[in-house]
Nanobody
Framework: QVQLVESGGGLVQPGGSLRLSCAVS????????MGWYRQAPGKERELVAT??????ADYADSVKGRFTISRDNTENTVLQMNILKPEDTAVYYC??????????????WGQGTLVTVSS
């Protein structure tokens, strides 16, 4: 029953901004790092940004200086995307390592949210 729910995708013009949100739905007993990945049609899924439970962030070179990942709550993460480019167009997926009651940590993926950057 535990899921990661993404929101905030849509159509935006080049140079514009968009904010993606990801939240844990359901009961968990633990959570570690969270992150965002993206996949364009016909391409491999690639890392966008990650953030640890202590707030340490890492970014792909292609988004450094433009994207910011944050984690105001332990079970939520936000990806602020600025100065968007057409090459940012992709389905964005939230990822997290979650622990269920009585079980170990498992990697969970969200359903994905589509971001389209076009004029």
């Amino acid at each position: 029953q535990v899921q990661l729910v993404e929101s905030g995708g849509g159509l935006v013009q080049p140079g514009g901004s968009l904010r993606l949100s990801c939240a844990v739905s359901g009961s968990i007993s633990g959570i570690n790092a969270m992150g965002w990945y993206r996949q364009a049609p016909g391409k491999e899924r690639e890392l966008v940004a990650t953030i640890t439970s202590s707030g340490s962030a890492d970014y792909a070179d292609s988004v450094k200086g433009r994207f910011t990942i944050s984690r105001d709550n332990t079970e939520n993460t936000v990806l602020q995307m600025n100065i968007l480019k057409p090459e940012d167009t992709a389905v964005y997926y939230c990822n997290a390592d979650l622990k269920r009651y009585g079980q170990g940590y498992v990697k969970v993926w969200g359903q994905g949210t589509l971001v389209t950057v076009s004029s």
